[in-house]
């Protein structure tokens, strides 16, 4: 009973706001191995000009549901095998639309361990439970006296028997479990309480000590901050429902005495009130908060994910500094500042170590040093890593600066995360045999002030360090989504064909790691790329693969202009009679926005290239080769302020932003310690979503607003209206390591006897597989 495309296509589509046969023609796409940058540059006319963003989700979507119709088949031949599937049961599985209501509705067929339900029937107990089911008037004890046998000795066994037996059924429910946990995600309080005695242990969950919420409303970062303190067994975490109802009115009970219709005057009525209650305390409550528990920790997840991808989004897109020789320096105390000198393409010219720092105090030898490094290879950037020492070392270097005729390098901190990784990397090894590991990290520092993408593809996503949670997040999902997003930048910027280095080209649409190596094999072997035709020869590459990834492939200065810029080999033929009804040659038309604003692209229309097309074209002729990207600037660190301990309220500083989460946005002000621009200081109205005023790489003018030494807290506003209430330092913990306290009523929380099982049960249930 899978799903054919078109059914498929219509439920995506709703979710992604297209039409449906739009979604049908990306999925086949998909299907056909076509990457979701391709789709969107270059199959406009076939989707209906889907973006980016709405094929990502589509893709993601179309595995879940495919997923979802696995399963669905693989239940119905269960329960099929069993003997045990009607016409009403295969009606209701081949309707349902999650993951989650599948399994309610297969829980009943599902092979199980033997239960006490399943004893109590062997016992032959079964005609009792139906029996008091179906005669409410008369007495269960009654009803049990005639069960009693050698293994059911008494009317009490008899009836735990019977009792389990219904429970059972209606843990099994599949409608009564869908309206109770529609309920509690409604009305549901998430709880969180310390464990005794880590009160000093788990300082950083302080706010969490006593703390509760309503699960439908916790935000991403407090659930994950929450999980977090109870997998440090820091805190104990509940879902709790109608804490303040007293049974027989809590309406979840109320939802199952509703379901089986259980009245109150007759004997029955009375026992099942109670089995109701049981079944409740001792089977849903627990099952369901665990469902609703693993609910909360994939929001929280997705949530968290899509904060990392964004914020490396930003960073990958952020400015290059472009082909300037550049002189990178990873800090570093007793171990001596690492220096690395690379040329505009990035090629390595000249390493050393200095030792300008304790013990050996070498000021006046380091700065001769750098300074004859930046006359012999003329350098025009000097990039610094923003670690352990980094302010000493620019200061260093500003002194030195001060010393040389113009025209004088710029200093740049830059962010080194990930440059530790990528220097104990095969890539760098490959890329750099001989060189001492600590020497790698600073050509990275240098290189990634050139050209971020380019260096940045080369370290694990995953390791530059800009999301929250990073490491309590599902790290499949993770390193999927942050693929596509890496994946997204390098062919939204495209890739020179001749320069390119075997990771970044590994990051082509329809390229991988093994045809990026050939690339760069026959590179090397055969010399440069003239035109793009030229892959062809290639090794393994063929004809579908130079289709995938011949747009976003650059070739300045080849035979072919338009192999510089992103028009794809297979529109050439429109390009060329744009060029012929222009009257101009190619070289000359290209970058002529004038000539070509007048051109009407309807006239240029085919039976295979459609008005989208043609309009990407004149774009593209207009500014040929257009990088995305914004320009290039730096911030300015404040003179004198170099340690946390320099920074006073009321203090305006510059600085870079290095991280935006869901509660504000992190700033490098040149402490060795961000400070945090909580939401409500980001801008003089209300911010829902920080990414609305700033992405990571901003430059940001801010104000000190608090300063707390001990706990390294800066709270920062970017508010013109400083007046108003700022984040303090206090917030910022809370925040960062928890959240905002919801307030309201404080509960003792569960027994320990209570939280001892559910702790277990949560641990087996968060456990991934």
């Not at 720092?357 to 380091?366: A, L, Q, Y």
């Not at 070739?555 to 297979?570: M, N, Y």
């Not at 829902?688 to 001990?710: C, R, S, T």
């Not at 700022?726 to 027994?751: L, V, Y």
């Amino acid at each position: 009973m899978a799903a054919d495309i078109r059914s498929l296509a219509a439920t995506i589509a709703t979710e992604i706001n297209s039409r449906a046969d739009q979604a049908k023609a990306a999925i086949e796409l998909l299907d056909e191995g076509a990457t979701v940058p391709f789709i969107a540059r270059y199959r406009k006319e076939v989707t209906g000009g889907l973006d980016d963003g709405q094929l990502r989700t589509l893709a993601e979507r179309l595995v879940y549901l495919r997923e979802l119709e696995a399963r669905r088949a693989a239940i119905v031949e269960s329960i099929t095998g069993q003997g045990k599937m009607t016409d009403e049961l295969m009606r209701k599985i081949a309707v349902v639309a999650t993951k989650a209501e599948l399994e309610d509705l297969y829980l009943p067929y599902k092979p199980k361990r033997r239960t006490r339900a399943e004893i109590a029937r062997e016992r032959g107990l079964g005609p009792l439970a139906d029996t008091i089911l179906a005669d409410r008037s008369k007495e269960p004890a009654v009803l049990a006296e005639g069960f009693i046998t050698a293994d059911v000795p008494d009317v009490k066994t008899a009836l735990e028997g019977a009792r389990d037996i219904i429970a059972e059924g209606i843990a099994e429910n599949a409608d009564l479990l869908g309206k109770l946990r529609t309920y509690m995600k409604t009305n549901a309080v998430l709880k969180a309480r310390v464990v005794d005695g880590k009160q000093e242990a788990g300082a950083k969950f302080a706010d969490y000590f006593e703390h509760q919420e309503r699960w439908a409303t916790a935000p991403g970062h407090r659930a994950l901050a929450m999980l977090r303190g109870w997998n440090e067994e820091v805190l104990t975490l509940t879902i709790e429902v109608d804490v303040d109802a007293v049974s027989p009115n809590k309406p979840v009970e109320r939802m199952i005495v509703s379901a089986y219709e259980i009245g109150t005057s007759k004997p029955g009525d009375r026992w099942l009130m109670d089995v109701a209650s049981w079944t409740w305390r001792v089977k849903l409550s627990m099952s369901l908060s665990l469902d609703l528990m693993r609910e909360l920790r994939e929001r929280a997840e997705e949530e968290a994910i899509h904060v990392f991808a964004r914020n490396l989004k930003d960073l990958l897109l952020a400015a290059p500094a472009g082909s300037r020789a550049t002189m990178g320096l990873d800090p570093g105390i007793r171990t001596g500042v690492k220096v690395a000198v690379v040329d505009g393409t990035g090629k390595l010219l000249e390493t050393t170590t200095v030792y300008p720092f304790p013990p050996k105090n070498d000021v006046r030898g380091t700065q001769a040093t750098l300074a004859a490094l930046v006359r012999k290879h003329k350098v025009e950037l000097i990039s610094i890593g923003n670690g352990t020492g980094s302010r000493e070392t620019e200061k260093l270097v500003a002194d030195m600066l001060a010393d040389l005729p113009a025209p004088k390098p710029t200093k740049v901190i830059v962010s080194e995360a990930g440059a530790s990784v990528y220097s104990a990397s095969e890539t760098a090894a490959l890329e750099f045999p001989g060189l001492d590991v600590s020497l790698r990290g600073a050509v990275s520092i240098a290189r990634r002030l050139q050209d971020p993408l380019a260096e940045l593809v080369k370290i694990e996503p995953k390791s530059i360090g800009v999301g929250q949670y990073q490491h309590d997040v599902d790290q499949q999902k993770l390193s999927r989504s942050l693929d596509a997003v890496v994946e997204d930048a390098v062919n939204a910027v495209g890739v020179d064909l001749n320069t390119a280095s075997a990771p970044l080209l590994a990051r082509v649409s329809g390229l991988g790691p093994s045809i990026a190596d050939a690339i760069v094999k026959h590179r090397d072997g055969e010399g440069r790329f003239e035109t793009r035709r030229d892959l062809l020869k290639v090794a393994r590459l063929g004809q579908r693969t130079f289709e995938q990834c011949a747009g976003f492939l650059r070739i300045p200065d080849g035979k072919e202009p338009l192999d510089a810029s992103s028009v794809h080999p297979e529109a050439y033929g429109v390009a060329k009679r744009i060029v012929a009804a222009c009257g101009r040659d190619l070289r000359s038309l290209m970058g002529d926005a004038a000539v070509l604003k007048a051109v009407d692209p309807r006239q240029f229309i085919d039976e295979k290239f459609g008005l989208p097309t043609v309009r990407d074209i004149l774009a593209e002729l207009e500014k040929p080769g257009r990088d995305p990207r914004p320009s290039f600037k730096t911030a300015t660190f404040a003179e004198g302020v170099n340690e946390i301990g320099d920074l006073k309220p009321g203090m305006l500083l510059e600085g870079t932003v290095t991280n935006v989460a869901a509660f504000g946005a992190f700033v490098d002000i040149g402490v060795h310690q961000d400070g945090l621009v909580h939401v409500s200081q980001l801008a003089d109205r209300f911010v829902k979503d920080p990414h609305e005023v700033v992405k990571a790489g901003d430059v940001v003018k801010v104000k000190v607003v608090e300063v707390d030494v001990k706990r390294k807290r800066i709270g920062l506003s970017m508010r013109k209206d400083v007046s108003a209430v700022a984040a303090t330092p206090g917030q910022q913990s809370r925040e960062k390591n928890s959240g905002h306290n919801a307030g309201g009523r404080r509960d003792s929380g569960p027994k320990p006897e209570q939280q001892g099982s559910f702790g277990a049960a949560l641990a087996d249930a968060l456990k991934r597989k």
